[in-house]
């Protein structure tokens, strides 16, 4: 807190300032938890207005939940590896204990939230969600310890058909398109394949989820790796081992899907309901953004609640920085918080990871430094409240402006758009008050004597820009 | 996690429901951790985005801070009366300190932004900024322990002219005008109008910053209560407290102000200079914008920083609900963080209590429920790829589409579309593939030979609606 002095008009520039610079207070940068410049933060609201366009194209709606759970709502799915941060008050009595915790992913809150206000949802609901969410993680290079996520789900009551799951294969599609950043694949898979390999092979239920997390640290551990964690900790024999690890090999294009399936020659309803499901999903996905999916048998999904379809995109460009979107069909997840059958389909995209590796990479160059179009220069103080008029006239057509905060050379206020990428300067001539326009960029400089005309046609270019 | 059981094709309708009935969450409302439907989200977001389109239009470029800072951060404004929630992970190692808190208001992350990243902004440095910040107050109606804050602020190297404060209090009344909330008024004060009239009374600088605070409370603990805070806690003799609260009931039209405050008769340097400071800002807030704008010297607000112009917003119809926006000028908060002086201005738009308020006497009305436009009807699961295709078209044009889930009776459809305010239903002839578009409202139905026409002619309607 500032200590003013009675008396002294310059405080500001004397005694706090003294005061303040005794006391400095320690800044670091916090380990996980990104921070974004102003001109990196306009392409992450860039990225996520691409994503939010296409979601609500398909008519889902948006929610956002609080930031915290009870804690017991974020056990109840068992994950047992998460870490959560539990929030403590600073000034907490003794012996209060504190019943809440920051969520880890987008997918238990909006369990609850539809299990919560059930009655006032319309089915199937249809939602998107963007927030933060938190892992509590030791700090380690490259982890990020809050990140955004962009979530989609579709819960229905009782049943959800196969339509669903086909419409967020189609969104992620028509996301990544949009989004431009080089080549993807979507690999899809099913549980039901895998279960019911596994079943075939003679897995107990337990060894069947303890394969599910082993395959799917392939592209972390290896092949050996995963061989040595199904015949040791799962405790499979190695033949067994080898045939799982087989049958991750199988990628094929969507309509190979049948015949690789078949040669396989897997004696299990259960495989052949999910190759049946894939089939189906893949079927109702328009023809043109088919393109990009691939059938891949090694996908596996680390989460516990997948039950059917499983999802992942990678960017081909860059294999080695794993999945960037992922997804998949559950069923118990509603129902573990109400006496009712609620099965969903939902996928969701890593924003924070999408732009580390934006930025990392330049995938989109952050060129734009502020949202104005026009600098409006201030020749003198006595002119300043004629500037915010113009300035006010210009906003109104939709223009965005910034008002010179000084009359400084007029030198110096060019130099300040261009350092701010702002593509024009707009100029009042002191003794005739006419207005004239420059372009930053071309340097060429033109009088204005429509105001609004201009502010359209430039409203025009700018769109179509 | 799910169980599932080998050979069962059915698995999660029976095993894993069994199970989870048996173990159910339980689910309860986190008192002060507001969560709205979505219908009440599609308002939010065109609330936030009304006042996001305000400040771009004046140049303010976006950032974010994490939700955490160090908690040396947080308290190095001394601020003593703000509930802190520490992060604490739930699976500490014994004796680990966690040394991050969640950050109270987005004022002291952004002075803590400005520091660390000094060399890479451009100053005047204007940004917006719109996040949740948590207060860990114990539960009690009507207080949020998470709310959301859409925050401006102007910082400048060295110095910052009266320009950027009147650049404020424009941008305040352009929101609140825009917001259309009914009447409003945006009370204006300066700190050094308190402090001057503070000093020529005797009172000590610790006494000054007391009296502050007292009379922050007016409205909370009335004229009785300030005037027992001030002679008892603050320790003035009853006079001196009666003048405070005297100078407290001056209200007057920007217009007015010389007139008002010469009358005082102040004899203080301090108090002129406040006066002068209040009395510039104004001529340079343009003319349309001064109607809404009052002098009130008994505003003091509550922070320790604020050191020049402060100000608030309060709906009129709604006198007992307080402030719904506050903010002011200020020296210290970036230098003690930075060996610079780096004085600022901003105001803090409180989003969540706007949006309770608005909720709760129905300012604006949540009626929509879904950003689709059109609903394509499915006669048939046969026709469901060629309904997809028909959305896509639409899509392709910019109309948000939703193609029903299942192929129920079209008396169903049409019944889904109206409970989710959809305004138009398409049909495709299963027989002659002919496309025709009921109005769900009027209930007219017609043919449509060219859809994408169509989609522009309905696009116009809504954007002008």
Not at 349 to 368: K, Q, S, Y
Request: glycine share 8%; aromatic share 8%; net charge negative.
């Amino acid at each position: 807190m500032l200590c003013y002095t009675a008396g002294q008009s310059n405080f500001s520039d004397t005694l706090s300032e003294k005061r303040v610079f005794d006391t400095m207070a320690k800044i670091s940068k916090i380990s996980g938890f990104p921070e974004w410049l102003p001109e990196q933060k306009l392409v992450e609201d860039t990225v996520v207005q691409t994503v939010k366009s296409v979601y609500e194209l398909h008519g889902f709606v948006p929610i956002e939940t609080p930031s915290v759970e009870l804690r017991t709502t974020l056990n109840s799915q068992g994950i047992a590896d998460k870490e959560i941060y539990v929030l403590q008050r600073a000034r907490a009595e003794e012996g209060e204990v504190s019943d809440l915790g920051l969520h880890f992913d987008l997918t238990v809150p909006f369990a609850r939230y539809v299990a919560q206000h059930f009655n006032d949802l319309v089915f199937p609901f249809k939602r998107y969600q963007l927030q933060r969410s938190w892992r509590g993680e030791r700090p380690q290079k490259g982890r990020f310890r809050e990140f955004y996520q962009f979530d989609i789900d579709i819960v229905g009551r009782d049943s959800l058909p196969l339509s669903c799951d086909a419409e967020v294969v189609l969104v992620v599609d028509k996301v990544f398109r949009k989004l431009a950043l080089g080549k993807y694949v979507i690999k899809l898979n099913n549980r039901k394949v895998l279960f019911g390999l596994y079943e075939s092979l003679g897995l107990s239920p337990d060894q069947q989820k303890q394969a599910i997390v082993s395959v799917d640290k392939l592209d972390k551990i290896g092949r050996a790796g995963v061989l040595s964690e199904l015949t040791g900790t799962v405790g499979l024999k190695s033949d067994v081992g080898e045939k799982i690890l087989a049958v991750c090999d199988v990628r094929c294009a969507a309509m190979d899907l049948s015949t690789v399936a078949t040669e396989l020659k897997v004696e299990s309803p259960l495989f052949q309901e999910g190759v049946n499901e894939l089939r189906q999903v893949l079927e109702l996905v328009p023809e043109q953004h088919r393109t990009d999916l691939e059938i891949d048998f090694s996908l596996a999904r680390g989460l516990g609640y997948y039950s059917g379809l499983i999802l992942e995109t990678r960017l081909v460009d860059f294999p080695d920085f794993g999945s960037v979107c992922g997804g998949g069909r559950y069923e118990g997840l509603v129902s573990q918080f109400l006496n009712k059958n609620v099965p969903g389909v939902g996928v969701s995209v890593g924003i924070t990871r999408l732009m580390d590796l934006i930025f990392r990479n330049n995938l989109l160059p952050a060129t734009r430094k502020s949202p104005a179009r026009v600098l409006v220069s201030v020749f003198s103080e006595e002119q300043r409240l004629q500037c915010v008029q113009v300035a006010e006239e210009l906003r109104l057509e939709g223009v965005a402006v910034e008002v010179f905060f000084k009359s400084l050379k007029l030198g110096k206020q060019i130099d300040f758009a261009a350092k701010k990428s702002i593509p024009y300067v707009l100029f009042i001539d002191p003794e005739s008050s006419k207005i004239s326009i420059k372009d930053v960029n071309s340097g060429e400089q033109n009088e204005v004597s429509d105001l609004k005309a201009w502010a359209n046609s430039e409203q025009a270019l700018n769109c179509s820009g």
